[in-house]
């Protein structure tokens, strides 16, 4: 009796060997996963910690140098200013530094402090390293003197009341009177409008070299503008109209000279100068509602 030998056929061994060299493969991948994984993060978390201590000793150092006394005001340069106060601005900037110094100065809280002064209209604020701040001031300029209900102020062209006329202004000889001091936005308006027409006034007056005959104007009624003169050492009242204020002065001078204690003002009527008698005043002034 034969005895019948089993052979395996080649396909079935090559499928075994094909199949334990890809379990020997995964158990390789499994086991060196582990250590690629260390050999990338362990480094990058070492980098990053040593990044993270460079950059807080770089700021301990910077605000350590900054905020040292080579970084200390000892230079505050201030300019433009005529009718400002330079030692105000510069208290300001010296003790808004004080602890800062110059490097760390907050330059747009010193800007807005400075600006809330009287005649600052804008200030530049500026580093000058190491030790010194410079501010550029530009100046809000008196455009006429408006009496008010407590006082005598100066004010821009724009409006703005700026301090009260300590002294006599050289430059602003004639007052405004009329100024509306409500805060409405008529009011707004109409005072922009009497400023115009007060410069307008200066302008035509200088020509006519009559601005020294003008002590002030009355612009309360924006319709009958009037000029305020002296004659006999009376004050009269002379209506200007609303244009050739130069000729219509010059005028009501000549119309009242010598006449100033019997009249006390000169109507514009027409192109008529006509004078008003200072009797007839008093009795419309008393006739007047309250």
């Excluded at 102020?153 to 509306?180: C, H, M, Q, R, Y």
Aim: net charge positive.
């Amino acid at each position: 009796m034969k005895t019948q030998i089993k052979r395996k056929s080649v396909s079935s061994k090559t499928a075994r060997n094909v199949k334990r060299r890809r379990a020997s493969v995964a158990k390789r991948t499994v086991s060196q996963r582990p250590s690629r994984l260390g050999s990338f993060f362990v480094p990058s978390f070492l980098s990053l910690c040593l990044l993270i201590c460079l950059g807080v000793l770089g700021t301990l150092g910077y605000q350590s140098v900054t905020a040292s006394t080579f970084f200390g005001v000892k230079s505050i340069d201030v300019r433009g200013v005529e009718r400002s106060s330079r030692d105000d601005i510069a208290r300001i900037v010296a003790i808004s530094t004080e602890k800062s110094g110059v490097w760390n100065a907050d330059l747009l809280e010193i800007k807005a402090k400075v600006e809330k002064m009287a005649f600052v209209k804008n200030a530049a604020v500026s580093r000058v390293l190491p030790n010194g701040i410079r501010v550029n001031i530009t100046e809000r300029v008196p455009s006429a003197i408006v009496r008010l209900s407590n006082g005598d102020f100066l004010v821009d062209s724009e409006g703005n009341l700026l301090a009260p006329v300590k002294s006599k202004e050289a430059k602003l000889p004639v007052t405004l009177i009329g100024w509306d001091e409500s805060k409405t936005e008529r009011a707004i308006k109409d005072n922009l409008e009497r400023l115009k027409t007060y410069e307008k006034m200066m302008a035509e007056w200088q020509d006519f070299d009559l601005v020294t005959r003008v002590t002030s104007v009355d612009l309360a009624d924006l319709r009958e503008p009037k000029a305020i003169t002296q004659d006999s050492g009376m004050p009269v009242s002379i209506d200007v109209g609303k244009d050739s204020f130069g000729e219509h002065l010059r005028k009501g001078i000549s119309a009242i000279v010598g006449k100033g204690m019997t009249f006390g003002a000169v109507n514009l009527v027409g192109q008529n100068m006509i004078l008003s008698s200072r009797q007839t005043q008093e009795a419309q002034q008393i006739a007047a509602p309250q």
